[in-house]
């Protein structure tokens, strides 16, 4: 590998922003990051189905996890199931997720390291995808672009457990 495509969409935090209208450090830096990834390949990991699992480097196979749409005992679907990692001014967006069905729920099940707390927030899917657009958009985080439907903290030492009663999805 010799080089990754990466161009700097928006930087967060404005010192670094400013910073980059500059010198073009972001590009640099981040592509030097995506091709140190890409360089330790990847792993595929097939289970007896013909599912593949995909990671970075080498993964062990104990560390596997559901996948999106690995049903549970619960019958509750897996929609992501990974770590991630936000910083202050930051947000996290995971979905659509398609609600078809009236009187269902959405569940979210997370632990916290390193922070004082986090807000969890569910969002109508229009309202979510201009939030998202605004905040790939503009350089500084902003006002959301509608009130989330519902809302809770996750806080660190504790392991934090919401539900979303959703309205059913509309088609028009």
Do not use: W
């Amino acid at each position: 590998m010799q080089s990754s495509d990466f161009k700097t969409r928006v930087i967060e935090q404005s010192m670094a922003s400013f910073l980059n209208q500059l010198t073009p450090m972001g590009d640099n830096f981040g592509r030097q990051l995506v091709g140190s990834k890409l360089a330790e390949g990847f792993t595929v990991i097939r289970d007896k189905d013909g599912n593949a699992e995909f990671g970075l480097g080498i993964t062990d196979l104990a560390s596997t996890r559901p996948s999106p749409s690995t049903s549970t005992a619960r019958s509750r679907i897996t929609y992501e199931n990974t770590r991630v990692e936000v910083h202050q001014n930051q947000r996290d967006f995971v979905g659509p997720i398609v609600v078809e069905d009236s009187g269902r729920a959405l569940f979210v099940t997370g632990n916290l390291d390193g922070a004082p707390a986090v807000d969890v927030l569910f969002m109508r899917k229009d309202e979510a995808e201009t939030s998202l657009g605004y905040y790939l958009t503009y350089a500084q985080i902003g006002p959301l672009a509608g009130t989330p439907i519902s809302a809770t903290s996750c806080r660190p030492a504790r392991r934090t457990r919401a539900r979303c009663l959703c309205p059913r999805a509309r088609t028009t």
